[in-house]
């Protein structure tokens, strides 16, 4: 069964067809834009660098499949995690960003829902930064759309991250997996 749906030009916000795009739903791997939203807004004020040395948790490690697997106590700069997050889905890279961005994966599910209000995402709540399951963490197909949307017309600059084929791993080249 499908879920809530929204079809819709950025451009002009014309919706084109939709179903239930207000009814709350489990956002998954969508979570992960949040994720990326709340890191390049950390990007253009300057708290954080795509060059950035970030650590690997012990938490960010332990988080399943899918991952990129980085040992615990390893570093990889932000744009690397980016790359992880967004063209491999992968969930360690969501809490190694967001223990990078804010401190904590608490800390930073505020922010992510605090940057959820200034878009005027009102149906959404976030508990963490990967959207893994949680009965806490909902969205709508509205709320993705606004996200959506506000990714597009604030940081056209990232828009690389959206549309690259793959990610190198050392030897292993990992398809993105946003068909």
Excluded: C
Excluded at 29 to 39: D, G
Excluded at 69 to 78: A, C, L
Excluded at 120 to 144: C, E, K, Q, Y
């Amino acid at each position: 069964a499908a879920g809530p749906s929204l079809l819709f030009d950025p451009a002009t916000e014309e919706v084109i067809s939709q179903d239930r795009a207000g009814e709350p739903w489990y956002p998954a791997s969508l979570t992960k834009l949040m994720t990326a939203y709340v890191v390049f807004q950390k990007l253009k004020t300057g708290q954080m660098t795509k060059e950035q040395k970030v650590p690997v948790s012990e938490l960010a490690h332990s988080q399943p499949p899918s991952k990129i697997g980085v040992p615990v106590g390893k570093t990889v700069s932000v744009d690397f995690a980016l790359q992880a997050l967004l063209v491999y889905s992968a969930n360690d890279m969501a809490y190694v960003l967001a223990e990078a961005a804010s401190g904590s994966v608490p800390a930073f599910a505020s922010e992510m829902n605090a940057q959820a209000v200034k878009i005027g995402m009102t149906g959404s709540h976030f508990v963490n930064p990967n959207g893994l399951f949680d009965h806490r963490h909902i969205s709508t197909a509205r709320d993705i759309a606004l996200l959506a949307t506000a990714l597009l017309r604030e940081f056209p600059e990232h828009a690389h991250y959206f549309d690259q084929d793959a990610l190198a791993v050392g030897k292993r080249r990992l398809a993105n997996r946003n068909s």
